[in-house]
């Protein structure tokens, strides 16, 4: 039974589309999270909800959007995708946002390529 | 302003050989660090966390204020610890933000 589920996997797309990645969790958590991969390997948040309520959103232009639709899942809508957008997108959840609830559980991982 | 330093993109041993992966941070509070792991084809997860003080797979990590590091070390590494090695600090707030360092490959070699 995976914790932390994403899909689409892999996800590859013209210029100006639009698309959606899915997360999903089944461990119970209050808060999720979005970061971002580069090509570097380097990991940077971009959003967090706890309890649906958005507490973090990191200068990510607004072309991105997340939805949680419910404190078990967190999407993430981009529009007008332009080619540095490409990134392995993570989700991951954690228990809460206090010391000691702040270990992170994370998904597979969603590899958006942009051409 | 927080910031999480890995010097080193990639570090090659031998198997056997003692290991050390460099991480520093900036921080002005109190830090709670951790370090995450990524093998080849799996997800991200915890390896360890300073407040723990634990030590998980024969990696040990301690946090030294002084000179703000939280290097990992194990002192025999073992082919199955090649891997993505991510230093992370909370973040300030009650927001439950981690900021990663760079990552560092570790490649143990037979």
């Known amino acids: 039974d995976t914790a932390v589920s994403q899909t689409p996997k892999y996800l590859v797309t013209q210029m100006g589309n639009d698309k959606s990645i899915k997360c999903e969790q089944n461990?119970?958590?209050?808060?999720m999270y979005w970061y971002k991969q580069d090509s570097k390997k380097f990991l940077k948040i971009m959003f967090s909800?706890?309890?649906?309520?958005?507490?973090i959103n990191e200068t990510v232009p607004n072309r991105f959007s997340p939805k949680s639709p419910d404190k078990a899942h967190l999407n993430l809508h981009i529009n007008s995708l332009e080619l540095g957008d490409s990134a392995v997108y993570f989700c991951?959840?954690?228990?809460?946002?206090?010391?000691?609830?702040?270990?992170?559980?994370f998904g597979a991982g969603s590899r958006l390529t942009v051409l | 302003a927080q910031r999480v330093t890995q010097p080193e993109k990639l570090l090659s041993v031998f198997k056997g050989a003692p290991v050390e992966l460099k991480c520093n941070y900036s921080?002005?509070?109190?830090?709670?660090l951790f370090w995450y792991v990524q093998y080849s084809r799996q997800r991200l997860q915890l390896l360890l966390r300073?407040?723990s003080r634990e030590s998980i797979k024969g990696f040990t990590a301690d946090l030294n204020k002084g000179e703000t590091s939280f290097h990992l070390k194990k002192p025999f590494a073992q082919e199955e610890d090649s891997a993505m090695y991510y230093c992370?600090?909370?973040?300030?707030?009650?927001?439950?933000?981690?900021?990663f360092g760079q990552g560092t490959t570790l490649q143990v070699k037979p």
């Open positions: 991951a959840s954690s228990p809460g946002q206090n010391s000691g609830a702040n270990v992170l559980t």
């Open positions: 461990l119970g958590h209050d808060t």
């Open positions: 909800y706890n309890n649906k309520e958005l507490i």
């Open positions: 921080y002005s509070g109190s830090p709670e």
């Open positions: 300073h407040i």
């Open positions: 992370a600090l909370r973040g300030p707030g009650n927001t439950g933000k981690l900021i």
